[in-house]
């Protein structure tokens, strides 16, 4: 090869591509022992990845690195004068340099809490210089390397790589011809598809009682009450989660916590399920997608909702992070894709954060390892205002998810002050009068949304629903508001039955006309007559911690992965009565929902025994580990 030497040619590519291995392992190391989307996933999953994830990097690094020789053999044509040791140099100190600076910034922000993101200004600027110097003296040593007069590659380090490679290939090959799935975009058909707009607005943490639309004694609610009288009213709603992220990942996508393993962070959704999802399917029909809710536990992209959203929280959404891949690899390789985002998002962070071009933020280093998003600090007021700017700038069908948080518990601060004028500070002897001003304030929001889609000649060609996702005291046991409102107003009524929120997905697509895909485990709220002793299966209680933030601090699970996932509680309902199951002991409690709408005969409801086997199924039956049923509760 002129202008290169054969035997350096060879050793510089044995030695980059041992390198690649070397960054992967570690930061695959780094990442699978935090909490990360890795928790959820057994040990040959996590192999797995980790032997995917070496292809595409190896690609690029290869690519570079041939650049490197066609770029030495160029300039010795040109110049008589050798420049391989040099090019073929670069590659391998770019990599050396990330994987030392990722290593020390770890270890010190581990340690000490002191790294990359604890510095600022002229402090950041210092420590860019000493990547700098540690990259040339990388570079140096590598010179005087390959400067020496050897430079053949061991027999040893050839095998190695040889292994890796073969290891690599065949753990790809596997696992793109071990998914039968199909996305859901690409896997659903259609009937007669109606472009109809759909509006899904939730305000956190609102049990129906509050609401005077269903029979709260003061009006707290005009906006929505003028609704109902034009709407579905279900009088016994029920959540499928005790938490934000749970129950909203479960009414976009139709399926129980428990079944996607996304309960609250740092969960999210992995293989099939990332793209499964009521968001994707209606963008794949041609939807413009917008969200706007609360970054890290109830944002699409941020919990893995892939091709979902064109916006998300103030920020547009690239939906091609997969190039190349469609159907079947697409779902094969999300997971891997996902870790290499990490890789790159966590050498790209530090990058921006060094040059001042852009700050890290603590908030997610600490809980996820990923995003720089600021999870608190967007108020409801803008929220609302990006909502109406959106609604007023579309020019196609649209989806649009809202969830305000301004009711979220437990420091309430209302703009309106009519329940709690005349109270001085908040205490909690009187904070439910400040959380039912909340109240008053989300609704005059859905006022606002409400307004503008009657402005631009939407309202009668829009699907809208309401809801919450849990009660104000995170639990399962008190009805949800659901209020479904078709286009046109065609279907009006109140349903006393038990209905929960994943049936909300499927009942969007029979009203647009999209056939019901198999994953699907919600039914259409439409469908009648309903059964009464339909029972609703709920993840209620969690084991929490909480973790460092920029504007507060953070929650995520302990334990979040086998056996039970970060639950302590699963609940099951059928018609007024209650099961509690307590995964780390296997005891069952029972209960009764107060005044429910359509209490049924007693005798009909499961007795304590059949609510620990329905509760126990429903968990092991989706990967949870449970306890014997304790002797007390066998026949």
Known sequence: MQGTRPKLVKRTLTDTLLGVYTYLALEWLFLVTKPSFFTVLSWPERITI??????????????????????????????????????????????????????????????????IVSTSGGAALVYLAAVSILGVGIFRKLLRRYEASSVASSRGSLALLFILLIGSSGATLLTLFSVTEVAAPSSVGSKDIQKYNVLWFASDGVESEYISGYGYPEITTPNLDAMMTESLVFDAAISNAGRTTGSTVSMLNGKYPATTKVIFPPHTLTGADAFQHLPGMLRASGYEVFQESIRYYADGPDLNMREGFDYANSRAIDNTSIKGFSGQARIAFAQTNHFNEQLWQRVRERALHLTTVKPMSRAFQAATGGTTAKVYGRRDRQRIDSATAFIRESTQPFFMHIHLM????????????????????????????FFLDTVVDSDKYFGEVIAALKATGN?????????????????????????????????????????????????????????????????????????????????????????????????QLIGAGPPTFGVQTGVMTVCQRWYSLDLESGQVSMGTMKEHPAPCDTKSLPDQIEGHRLLSRHFTSRGFSLPERPPEDKP
Not at 485 to 497: F, I, Q
């Open 50 to 115: 980790l032997a995917t994830a070496a292809l595409p990097l190896l690609a690029v690094i290869f690519v570079l690195w041939l650049l490197m020789v066609l770029l030495a053999r160029v300039l010795f044509a040109v110049t008589k004068q050798r420049f391989d040791t040099i090019l073929l140099s670069l590659p391998l100190t770019l990599l050396f340099t990330a994987l030392a600076t990722l290593l020390v910034d770890n270890f010190t922000y581990t340690a000490a809490s002191i790294g």
């Open 406 to 433: 301004n009711t979220h518990c437990c420091r309430f601060k209302p703009e309106s002050r009519r329940f709690s004028a005349n109270l001085g500070e908040q205490t909690r002897q009187n904070r439910e009068a």
């Open 459 to 555: 309202y009668e060609n829009t699907l809208i629903v309401y809801s919450s996702d849990h009660t104000l005291g995170w639990r399962i046991q008190k009805p949800m508001p659901l209020v479904v409102r078709l286009p046109g107003g065609k279907t009006v009524g109140r349903v006393a039955s038990n209905v929960q929120l994943i049936d909300v997905m499927p009942t969007v697509l029979e009203v647009l006309g999209h056939s019901l895909p198999s994953w699907v485990e919600g039914v259409s709220l439409l469908e009648t007559p309903k059964d009464p002793l339909r029972p609703v299966f709920s993840v209620d209680g969690i084991a929490r911690e909480r973790v460092e933030g920029i504007k507060a601090p953070l929650s």
